[in-house]
């Protein structure tokens, strides 16, 4: 099993719909990122939160830290086709040093 | 800032050969770097760990006779895939961080090689 179980695998929605993508884990860790990856590409970093509770805001995208740091989401709001991509949540367990482990990845599809 | 870069792209190479990928920090130094695997449409997959100036750790099930990884420098780090394979065929990204900076948890990812063997 993986350390972080994220859903849904996949996702395909229309143009202005709203979506949650969820990252979850039975161990906690001292810090989470969520990162976006194109096709041939590398991920690209989104956000990072490193308090439980913690919420924060990217435009149309917000970002939740449990207050456990136990699992993580993912909220976009009227989502457009540029969202369309890879979305990988990755985390470091407290007993990991800084080695991130990945989950799954969602990949998203939104159509016009 | 905190740009990576990975050198080739893409590369074709016949079985038996060996490929060596390249990953720098060019704004910042890395202490520490990572090599990651990524299958087609699966998430990524941790190969080793580099620390600059000593060995690689490997994770679990990674040949490191196979998969030589050298960090040389604190902007600068190899992966050469040894006798590639058609099974070694994927895509290859990299990333560094900076342990000595309070935001030593932080990974900056090159944009990854494709790897072809034919």
């Known amino acids: 099993t993986q350390l972080l179980e994220q859903s849904p695998q996949f996702l395909s929605i229309q143009e202005g719909e709203n979506l949650t993508v969820y990252c979850n884990s039975s161990?906690?860790?001292?810090?989470l990122q969520w990162y976006r990856q194109e096709p041939g590409e590398g991920p690209v970093l989104l956000v990072t939160?490193?308090?439980?509770?913690e919420v924060k805001k990217l435009k149309r995208l917000t970002f939740q830290f449990g207050d456990a740091r136990k699992d993580s989401s993912l909220h976009i709001t009227a989502a457009q086709t540029g969202d369309t991509g890879l979305y990988l949540c990755?985390?470091?367990?407290?007993?990991?040093?800084?080695?991130?482990?990945f989950g799954g990845g969602t990949r998203l599809m939104v159509k016009p | 800032g905190a740009v990576v870069s990975q050198h080739p792209s893409r590369v074709i190479c016949k079985s038996g050969t060996s490929v060596k990928i390249e990953c720098r920090s060019l704004?910042?130094?890395?202490?520490?770097m990572f090599w990651y695997r990524q299958f087609p449409k699966q998430s990524l997959m941790l190969m080793a760990t580099?620390?600059?100036?000593?060995?690689?750790?490997?994770e679990q099930g990674v040949e490191k006779d196979k998969f030589l990884i050298n960090h040389a420098s604190l902007t600068l780090s190899t992966l050469t895939v040894t006798s590639a394979h058609p099974e070694d065929s994927s895509f290859y990204i990299c990333?560094?961080?900076?342990?000595?900076?309070?935001?030593?948890?932080?990974?900056?990812f090159g944009p990854g090689t494709r790897l072809t063997v034919l």
């Open positions: 990333s560094a961080s900076n342990l000595r900076t309070t935001l030593s948890y932080e990974q900056f």
């Open positions: 161990s906690v860790f001292s810090s």
């Open positions: 939160v490193v308090t439980g509770g």
């Open positions: 990755a985390g470091v367990a407290v007993y990991a040093g800084n080695m991130l482990t």
């Open positions: 704004d910042f130094q890395a202490t520490t």
């Open positions: 580099s620390n600059e100036g000593s060995k690689a750790t490997y």
